[in-house]
């Protein structure tokens, strides 16, 4: 088990801030996705905690031990990359087998019992006689997990491990991470630039952005409750719709909404109304409060809609159950809950309304 503590880390490359100064506790057992876009400075942190990177500032302590210099070797921590290294001429058993081979703890029937046991965590009982190059990549990942889980580390580190999987081979890894993480408990830090990844797997969701982690929370609060702009964009699929104000005095109109807002703080200026799009009600014409065109439609996995509609000068994405009877060039209607929306200031979403 293994509490990991950041005590402001950072790391510089030349001119590049790749990780600004951070200060940010991984909970012992706990799953955490380090989420954001290309360039986010997710690897970078993930490195460092891995030992294999030094940061340029800061301190990083496993269980109140500072190992900020320290190999990965000293770290007591197992890593599943994107490319996982394997011996090719072994069977699955074989390579799962010599993570296990400096383990002095056990003997050679506790090294078969322990294999057994994560081939079996791992859905990877009938493959155990298989050589790597006869598995698809995606079995092959669940290869590079079983090893890591057999090491019985306190720490297991993933990049990225599903970017070349194919969507049913990763959904598969999904559930034997999942089958696993029900079984063991090791604190886990899992990088991704996918959401839907992170919001499966995640207890807490670190969103990075430009080296800094902007917010962490539970998968479904993150979502829900958005500190930035920012976070409402890039989660979702797609992300919130933004609003800009027409100012009136002390208050503002904000079009897809029908009745005006008292300012927050009484000022207009970096003011946006942000709302997802399945909060957006759609229906027939003059069935709710505001009227809207519909210029495009789009079907999603699913079947669901999802519809691009105007509604004054307010362009709005608005998801429908499938196949309402909404097409482009119909003039509909629609309901922006207020309940479902939230006001942001210079991309920080104000306390309150
Ligand atoms: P991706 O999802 O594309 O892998 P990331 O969020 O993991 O992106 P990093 O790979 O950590 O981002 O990179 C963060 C920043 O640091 C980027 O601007 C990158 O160009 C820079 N960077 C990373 N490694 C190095 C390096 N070895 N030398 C110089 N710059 C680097």
């Known amino acids: 088990m293994s509490e990991i503590v950041l005590r402001g880390v950072g790391r510089a490359f030349g001119a590049t801030q790749a990780v600004q100064p951070t200060d940010f506790t991984f909970p012992d057992g706990s799953v955490t996705c380090l989420l954001g876009p290309s360039g986010c400075g997710k690897t970078t942190l993930m490195r460092m ?133 029900a079984r063991l408990r090791q604190t886990i830090i899992y990088v991704t630039h996918d959401q839907t990844e992170a919001m499966t797997l995640a207890d807490r969701i670190a969103l990075m952005r430009d080296g800094a982690i902007t917010q962490c929370d539970a998968p479904h609060a993150l979502y829900d409750r958005p500190e930035s702009a920012f976070g409402g964009w890039f989660l979702g699929n797609p992300g919130m719709n933004f609003l800009e104000p027409r100012p009136q005095g002390g208050v503002a109109r904000f079009d897809g909404f029908p009745s005006p807002f008292r300012l927050p703080d009484g000022d207009p200026e970096g003011l946006q109304l942000g709302i997802r799009p399945e909060r957006i009600l759609v229906g027939p014409a003059g069935a709710l409060p505001v009227p ?7 079907i999603t996995v699913g079947g669901q809609y999802l519809l691009l509609l105007r509604a004054g000068s307010a362009t709005l994405r608005a998801r429908t159950p499938p196949r309402a009877p909404f097409a482009p060039g119909d003039t509909v209607s629609i309901e922006c809950p207020i309940s479902h929306a939230a006001f942001f200031r210079h991309g920080q979403r104000l306390v309150a309304q």
Do not use: W
């Open 292 to 298: 809207a065109q519909v210029l495009r439609r789009a």
């Open 49 to 181: 905690i891995a030992g294999l990177d030094t940061p340029t500032g800061g301190r990083i302590l496993f269980d109140g031990r500072d190992v900020t210099g320290k190999p990965a070797r000293d770290r007591d921590v197992a890593m599943v990359f994107q490319y996982p290294v394997m011996y090719r001429t072994l069977s699955v058993a074989e390579n799962v087998e010599l993570a296990l081979r400096d383990d002095r703890r056990l003997s050679a029937a506790g090294r078969r019992a322990r294999v057994d046991e994560v081939l079996e965590v791992m859905q990877l009982q009938d493959r155990r006689a298989a050589g790597i190059d006869a598995l698809d990549v995606g079995t092959r990942q669940r290869v590079a997990v079983a090893r890591a889980v057999a090491r019985d580390c306190a720490v297991i580190l993933f990049d990225e491990p599903t970017t070349n999987v194919e969507v049913h081979a990763k959904t598969q890894l999904i559930r034997a991470f999942k089958q696993f993480r």
